[in-house]
């Protein structure tokens, strides 16, 4: 529901280096048209919003949707948001991660993220749609994950002049990855107070 059928994907990089000059927004942009290129190339016409839209989200799921508003460098087609992206820098490097998605179930966003209760989440599900967009709403033909997913790394490779290469977790980054999920994200105890498994 959050988050389900989508391509995410993860740039980090120095901040001062190789394809990124520097700067938040800076890197925002170069990122972004990577993602354009891709998104492109499927069949979708996307347009890079300059600035955050002036819209108001709204209350509620309307505004929990992080995909009602979109901010600088963000991709819009046809006037709906359909990339989502944020960015953390630290210690002359950045993480850029994000969001595209592949299809979308509205009512059932907006049911999961409704804390009012003043309308239906079919209706809820109508009020998102007008901003929220995914790749396949659109398509003609459906993309699958894996199609989107060596499109954006086709895409990444070209705009960005490198070249990828495929690498396996090592072992200590899965020790790490289910030691977070046992003391934080798979915790509900931490997940609804914050509290770390004793």
């Not at 989508?6 to 700067?23: C, N, R």
């Not at 049911?111 to 009020?127: C, H, I, K, N, Y």
């Not at 895409?155 to 396996?168: A, H, I, R, T, Y």
């Amino acid at each position: 529901m959050l988050h389900d059928h989508e391509v995410t994907y993860s740039v980090i990089a120095e901040d001062k280096g190789g394809p990124f000059p520097g700067g938040i927004l800076e890197n925002y942009r170069i990122i972004a048209g990577a993602l354009q290129h891709a998104l492109n190339g499927l069949g979708l016409p996307t347009i890079l919003a300059p600035s955050r839209s002036p819209d108001k989200a709204g209350k509620g799921a309307r505004q929990s949707a992080c995909f009602t508003a979109s901010s600088s460098y963000e991709l819009t087609c046809f006037g709906c948001k359909i990339t989502g992206s944020s960015q953390k820098r630290q210690s002359k490097a950045f993480l850029q991660h994000g969001s595209i998605p592949l299809d979308l179930d509205c009512a059932k966003l907006f049911q999961a993220l409704d804390t009012e209760g003043a309308v239906s989440p079919e209706e809820g599900g109508r009020m998102l749609e007008r901003h929220i967009g995914w790749m396949n709403r659109w398509l003609p033909v459906p993309v699958t994950r894996d199609q989107a997913e060596t499109r954006l790394i086709a895409s990444f490779s070209d705009v960005l002049g490198v070249e990828l290469q495929e690498d396996d977790v090592a072992p200590d980054e899965w020790r790490m990855a289910e030691m977070l999920v046992k003391e934080k994200y798979g915790n509900p105890q931490w997940n609804l107070k914050g509290i770390r498994a004793a």
